[in-house]
């Protein structure tokens, strides 16, 4: 089933998130209304707090980000040997951040429309539960790093505006307006406060 993503401005995209038990209600259904709807937005990533639900939840497709690429891109944006991952993420904690960082433009399906450089770090190690709570810790490089990053953060409360310079910011401010007032036409089902 596919949910409605929640637009800049809802409460529940800066709340920190809980954890998902093995005996959360559904959590195989969640999962697949979770993918389907990132699919439909054409996203590379969601969070379930993007679709209301308060849980320690994203998922992450940067195969297909991978699989869009010329080779020179490729080699750019991503880390030899790694070729994207579709991947569910349940109670990730990051554990170690790279001291390398590097810039690049993000996006949200939530905040549609705006694209601004942020940087973050080239690896992190992570660990996590898969969809059936097997337990992985792994690290991660690039595009994919940074995908993981963005998803995480939504888990935190945290969206990539935090990361912007307040000039910035305040330059986006109109446009912010416009998609808290749900002033803005997405190809995607939102749904504004």
């Not at 998130?17 to 969601?46: F, H, R, S, Y």
């Not at 399906?109 to 770090?121: A, E, H, T």
Request: net charge positive; proline share 4%; with cysteine.
């Amino acid at each position: 089933m596919r949910h409605k993503i929640l637009a800049y401005g809802s409460p529940a995209l800066t709340k920190t998130c809980t954890p998902v038990g093995k005996d959360t209600t559904n959590i195989e259904q969640l999962i697949n209304d979770m993918w389907e709807t990132m699919k439909n937005a054409n996203g590379c990533g969601l969070a379930a707090p993007q679709i209301g639900i308060n849980k320690k939840l994203f998922v992450v497709d940067s195969k297909t980000t991978f699989d869009l690429l010329d080779e020179q891109n490729r080699q750019v944006l991503f880390h030899k040997g790694d070729n994207g991952i579709r991947e569910t993420f349940i109670n990730a904690e990051i554990i170690d951040y790279d001291d390398d960082l590097w810039e690049d433009d993000e996006g949200c399906l939530s905040i549609p429309g705006i694209y601004k450089p942020v940087k973050r770090s080239w690896s992190i190690t992570i660990r996590y539960q898969t969809k059936n709570f097997q337990s992985i810790t792994k690290s991660y490089s690039g595009t994919t790093a940074r995908m993981i990053q963005h998803e995480f953060d939504h888990t935190q409360g945290v969206l990539f505006l935090n990361y912007l310079k307040p000039l910035t910011k305040r330059l986006l401010e109109s446009k912010l307006k416009k998609i808290k007032a749900g002033k803005i036409q997405t190809r995607y089902p939102m749904k504004f406060i």
